[in-house]
């Protein structure tokens, strides 16, 4: 894990709000993120031996902004300069309040009873955050996923009720990532996680590598005009073909099972976007389809933000106690239910 601290210093909240608010002068599609440089002179992104922009290193896509666009934003895509200095500054207070109450999560969370995260360095605000000026990461009005269609409705509601009842019969009932297998986060897309949101890029001949911190997964991108697997071989992580457009490196993704990223999708079909628009940072972009799964396809963006540093080995499997625990726990249930039934 990563347990890096950050440390807030004197002016910080106006360098990001800077650097945040400049990702749109050679990005069109891009108003709410500008390069840093954008003021100075033209940025030039360094080269690998093949000539291909570098996009090596570790980067963060730690943000605060969510997936999908709250409610009550309606259709309004861009927060203000202000209103994105005024949500760092509450994120900032947040944090510093919790950790003079020495409350490290929300009371009432989920995380309050799990970890203690401010004293392992797990809160979003201790790490560095990739800010934008977007209020959801998926573009457009809706800004939200959208509705599924009525056959991947039934479908979904059938696995479901299949399952109802067995959720606990052992480790093959529970999801993929209580058992440290998978997680949504690695997408691809790919999505920030609750804590350690670090991945790394990795270019070489023919393949690129994109290492995630959280779940220590390692996706291979084939670079060499290989086409995709057959349609009949399905990976978790699906199978990637890279390309590059100019300098932006194009990922497309076929092949996945129907258990992750979104489960029920059948027939998931991927395009990633990565651009590096300056030293600091790489424009993600993204766009998912499955005619069979929702009724059209929908795009996001956010941003990663460079990281100094290594990343940490994500043990997950060792001293996964949440697993075992359950399948403990569940079987206490069952000896108490077979009891009462006795009993009766």
């Known amino acids: 894990m990563n347990h890096q601290l950050f440390v807030p210093r004197p002016g910080m909240m106006t360098a990001v709000l800077v650097a945040a608010s400049s990702f749109a002068a050679a990005q069109a599609l891009s108003p709410a993120v500008k390069p840093a440089a954008a003021t100075k002179k033209a940025w030039t992104a360094p080269r690998t031996p093949d000539g291909h922009p570098d996009l090596q290193g570790v980067w963060t896509n730690n943000t605060i ?121 690695n997408g691809p897309p790919l999505q920030p996680a609750g804590y350690n949101s670090n991945l790394q890029i990795i270019q070489g001949d023919g393949y690129l590598v994109i290492v995630t911190e959280m779940i220590h997964d390692a996706r291979v991108v084939a670079m060499n005009g290989r086409p995709h697997l057959p349609s009949n071989v399905r990976q978790w992580y699906g199978d990637s073909i890279g390309h590059w457009e100019g300098d932006t490196l194009v990922v497309d993704t076929t092949n996945f099972t129907d258990q992750t990223p979104y489960v029920g999708a059948q027939n998931l079909h991927v395009i990633e976007r990565l651009k590096r628009v300056d030293a600091d940072t790489v424009l993600y972009q993204f766009t998912v389809e499955d005619p069979g799964m929702w009724t059209k ?27 075992a625990n359950t399948l403990n726990g569940a079987r206490v249930a069952d000896k108490e239910a077979a009891a009462q039934k006795q009993g009766k």
């Open 65 to 185: 902004t969510p997936l999908e666009r709250p409610k009550g934003l309606g259709a309004k895509e861009f927060y203000t300069e202000t209103e994105l200095a005024a949500a760092q500054q509450r994120e900032h207070q947040r944090l510093a309040r919790n950790e003079e109450e020495g409350r490290p999560t929300e009371p009432g969370t989920a995380d309050d009873v799990h970890y203690d995260f401010s004293e392992y360095g797990l809160d979003r605000s201790q790490a560095k955050l990739a800010w934008t000026l977007r209020t959801s990461m998926i573009v457009g009005p809706e800004g939200t996923i959208p509705p599924q269609t009525a056959e991947a409705r039934k479908r979904i509601a059938d696995v479901r009720a299949a399952a109802r009842g067995h959720e606990f019969d052992g480790a093959e009932s529970r999801p993929l990532g209580a058992r440290c297998l998978a997680r949504a986060n």
């Open 297 to 323: 396809s929908w795009s996001g963006e956010t941003a990663f933000s460079k990281v100094d540093g290594l990343m940490y080995e994500y043990a997950c499997h060792e001293a996964n106690y949440g697993l």
